[in-house]
């Protein structure tokens, strides 16, 4: 048996649990801001990606994203298909490591679960749950895995010299950009925006938001796989780069509406948390704070563009992810310490030039362009495949999904 670590490992395992308690959360925050016959659909759509992720993960996943690590390649291979020879395994990523490599592939695992969970939001109240199946699977195969190697596992984008802590680009930009494809192709909403489609439930947004704000620690500082400095500087750049955004757009809501509100608290909070993703373990200081407050100010502003350009993105994944993930992305080539991670460079505000910047400008477009063609394919051909389409009709969505998908209500109002 290789020697590992005990701390280091302890803490990817708890870690992992709090990402994946992550897509639960995310449920709570997407179901509280649909209407009421939609937010079991909304549960389940997440939910649903806890169960069929994990099987293609252990399946093919896994290998297709990790398998030859460091090749600076498009895709991994099939060395770990159904999760062979990781028995008694401590390497990560082709080199030895202070964990299992079952507890690295139980980490990543929960990070391939979110990314398309997250695209629940923009595509509220309107697609079939057998389209939302199939899409999801393909979306998992063919858009996930290739940018998890290029970015995470030492693939192309990477060998460039382009960092992402824990998702920027790999979770965030891509799953927007997937996002954005699919509200195109699926249309607007019945009524929007004329009609007014207030959230259902504003304390399960917020207690989604706490859930999430809870397991982005394992997220982001789960990520230095170990218990260490660079874990320790995550955990807190996670924590501050929230703060600060939350305040960030709460001052913009105030001068533009005259009232702060819980749904702008949440939101806020959330968009802090995207940006910081990729920067966590390569910045410090008060770095996180102007990472932060950018993104809060960017992200509410960046709300008014569905309405600008006529796309119906329900619970502003783009506005948040998107804009987000861009954000932190490029902000990383300014604010990057290569004092604060040996495996990290210096941006241009230390003195490292303007070589990083660009490397993650790159990242950003080239992710974001694969994503939205790739996605847009797949909802395309699914939309002429399917007999039925993508969307359900005018009268189950009128009716809501909950009852028409499902045959379930979420509140039972005629029992004692």
């Known amino acids: 048996m290789p020697e590992i670590d005990t701390g280091d490992t302890a803490w990817v395992l708890i870690s992992a649990a709090l990402v994946l308690f992550m897509t639960p959360g995310l449920a709570f925050f997407y179901g509280g801001m649909v209407r009421s016959k939609n937010v079991l659909a909304m549960l389940m759509q997440n939910f649903f990606a806890m169960g069929i992720v994990t099987i293609l993960w252990v399946l093919f996943g896994y290998s297709l994203a990790f398998g030859a690590p460091g ?109 954005l494809a699919l509200v195109l192709i699926l249309g607007k909403r019945l009524g929007w925006p004329k009609d007014p489609m207030p959230p259902h439930s504003l304390p399960w947004t917020l207690i989604g938001t706490g859930i999430l704000w809870f397991g982005w620690f394992g997220f982001n500082a789960g990520s230095a796989l170990g218990a260490n400095f660079v874990a320790a500087q995550a955990f807190l750049n996670t924590f501050v780069a929230a703060a600060a955004a939350m305040i960030g757009w709460l001052i913009v809501e105030r001068i533009k509406t005259g009232h702060a509100t819980t749904l702008g608290a949440a939101s806020g909070a959330v968009a802090g948390l995207v940006a910081i993703t990729p920067c966590a373990g390569f910045v410090g200081g008060l770095a996180p704070v102007a990472i ?25 994944v783009i506005a948040v992810h998107l804009v987000g993930g861009i954000i932190g992305s490029v902000l990383l080539g300014l604010f990057a310490d290569a004092a604060v991670n040996p495996a990290g460079k210096d941006g241009v505000f230390s003195g490292g030039g303007w070589g990083l910047f660009g490397e993650q400008v790159l990242a950003v477009v080239v992710v974001a362009a694969f994503s939205f063609v790739v996605s847009g394919i797949i909802g395309l051909v699914l939309k002429a495949a399917m007999p039925k389409g993508l969307r359900v009709s005018e009268e189950d969505e009128e009716v809501g999904l909950d009852l028409t998908q499902h045959s379930e209500t979420a509140y039972a109002y005629d029992r004692v």
């Open 71 to 179: 090749n600076g390649g498009l895709i991994g291979n099939f060395d770990f298909v159904g999760l062979k020879n990781l028995t008694n395994s401590a390497t990560v990523l082709g080199a030895p490591s202070t964990i299992p490599t079952i507890a690295f592939v139980a980490f990543q695992l929960t990070f391939a679960i979110i990314t398309p969970a997250l695209i629940t939001g923009a595509i509220a109240d309107r697609m079939r749950w057998g389209a939302w199946v199939a899409f999801i699977v393909l979306w998992s195969v063919l858009v996930y895995l290739p940018v998890a190697h290029w970015v995470f596992a030492g693939g192309w984008l990477a060998a460039r010299g382009a960092l992402d802590f824990a998702g920027g680009t790999v979770v965030h930009v891509n799953a927007g950009a997937g996002a």
């Open 292 to 316: 932060g407050f950018i993104a809060g100010v960017v992200c509410v502003l960046a709300i008014s563009l569905k309405f600008k350009f006529g796309y119906d993105d329900s619970l502003d």
